[in-house]
């Protein structure tokens, strides 16, 4: 029998050649000569079991800082370390085989100077085998990016509503209602595409201002709360599974699992006491 080809994962430049949406200056001759690429869909996965099941239908795994309040019950993601970060990464990879998988750069790890952050990014990448990093931040973060590029450690970018800076902006408040800050949220999406960030996650931002990050830059966006025009779209699975509580607006829930657990959980439980289970089929003779 002839071995069967592995299995290749989807690469960096393939997600940064997904742009779809085209400049406002794009011609209709241009457009058909280029059409619309399929939108990116992008998941958070934290374990093995979920990045497996992920990987059969995403293009892209991020595994996300939000790990510190989805997996570990923290207020926020500001007490997420590097430490933590390459466990759950070294896990999603194990449990995926396809998808292009981006770790968060955590609070703390990359503010500092660009070395700082090469330093943590190229350990992140050993440890875990992962394609790519993301980081949070526009113009200010563009010198930093700039230098893992040209570095080889590609960076998604991240602006908008930026988790890790919520106590700066005073809550997790959605961004661009006022039209006279959205240059500075423009100029930071032209900041990181330019200084060689392969993808744009765009969070928590108007739907209008979200239109005009799209049309602004030539990397794809990937938009949490921003608009369907984004390149390609991203959830915390666990948001969408139903597995959490509360959620914000800009989550559709497409299953109900934390329901679904309750009522196994409780069937156990109920068995177990009425003596039910194990029953002769779970016990060995």
Sequence with gaps: MSAQAPIRRITVPQIAARKGAQPAAQSAAQSAVKPAAEPIVALTAYTAPMAALVDAHADLILVGDSLGMVVHGMPSTLGVTLEMMILHGQAVMRGSSRALVVID??????EESPAQAFRNAARVM?????????????AQMAETIAFLTSRGIPVMAHIGLTPQATNVMGGFKTQGRDESTWPAHLADAQAVAE????ALVVEGVTQALADRITDSVTIPTIGIGASARCDGQILVLDDMLGLTGRVPRFVRKF????ADADAAIAAYAAAVRDRSFPAEDHVYR
């Design 105 to 110: 750069m955590p609070f703390g790890s990359y």
């Design 255 to 258: 299953g109900d699992l934390a």
């Design 195 to 198: 200084a060689g960030a392969f």
């Design 126 to 138: 050993a440890e875990t085998g992962c394609a790519a990093v993301k980081l949070e931040g526009g």
